[in-house]
Structure formats: structure tokens, C-alpha cells
């Protein structure tokens, strides 16, 4: 049976990176672009596993975002899986809050100081 008629997805489950393996550089360069910033404020403000990476509105193109999202599953703040032929993502605020404290605070701050 193949693996689309068997229900599973046909592409590779996202590799995640553990917050605590994360440079502070890294870190940082992840939080740099504008696109990611809106990423991390839009999926705060969702609840967990809600979001699919269709759903962001971001000016830039499927690949660019897929793009994105590795990034920032590489820096410790996203997790993926794949639910059908969506994939949700949560943001690992807990996580990253424990490793970079008070640094996802400075970013979600209402005032907007990007």
C-alpha cells in the first residue's frame, strides 16, 4: 500500500532542533527578518497546533515561507507535524523562554518595537 493511500503524508516529518542546542547567534539571526517576527506574533496570539503554514498572510511565496519555517524550527521556536495534507505548527514559547528568557518578551512587546 502506498503511503497516500495508507493515510500518511508523502513528504518528510520536520526535523526539530531542542532549544537548550541553540546559540544565542542563532537564536538572534531567527528573529531578524520581518517575516519571521510575524510568524512568532501570529502564532503567540494562536493556540497550540492551530495554525497551518497556509494560514500566515506573509508577502512571500510557498517556498520562501517553507523557508522560513526551517529557520525558525532550527533556532528552537517552532515545532510541525503534519495533520493530513496540512502541517500545523505551535510556537515552543515554554521552551525557549527556559533557554533565552525574557527574549520572546522583548519581541511580542504590543508597542511594536521592531
Given at each position: 500500500m502506498s503511503n497516500?493511500?495508507?493515510?500518511?503524508?508523502?513528504?518528510?516529518a520536520p526535523v526539530h532542533t531542542d532549544p537548550?542546542?541553540?546559540?544565542?547567534?542563532?537564536?538572534?539571526?531567527?528573529?531578524?527578518?520581518?517575516?519571521?517576527?510575524?510568524l512568532i506574533r501570529e502564532l503567540?496570539?494562536?493556540a497550540d497546533w492551530t495554525?497551518?503554514?497556509?494560514?500566515?498572510?506573509?508577502?512571500v511565496g510557498k517556498a520562501?515561507?517553507?523557508?522560513?519555517f526551517s529557520?525558525?524550527?532550527?533556532?528552537?521556536l517552532v515545532e510541525q507535524r503534519d495533520e493530513g495534507p496540512k502541517r500545523v505548527n505551535?510556537?515552543?514559547?515554554?521552551?525557549f523562554d527556559a533557554r533565552f528568557p525574557g527574549l520572546l518578551d522583548l519581541l511580542l512587546r504590543p508597542d511594536g518595537a521592531d
Open positions: 497516500q493511500a495508507a493515510g500518511r503524508s508523502h513528504r518528510a537548550e542546542e541553540v546559540s544565542v547567534l542563532t537564536a538572534l539571526s531567527a528573529l531578524a527578518d520581518p517575516v519571521r517576527i510575524q503567540a496570539g494562536a495554525r497551518s503554514c497556509g494560514s500566515f498572510d506573509v508577502p520562501a515561507l517553507s523557508h522560513h529557520v525558525l524550527r532550527s533556532a528552537g505551535r510556537l515552543r514559547r515554554q521552551e
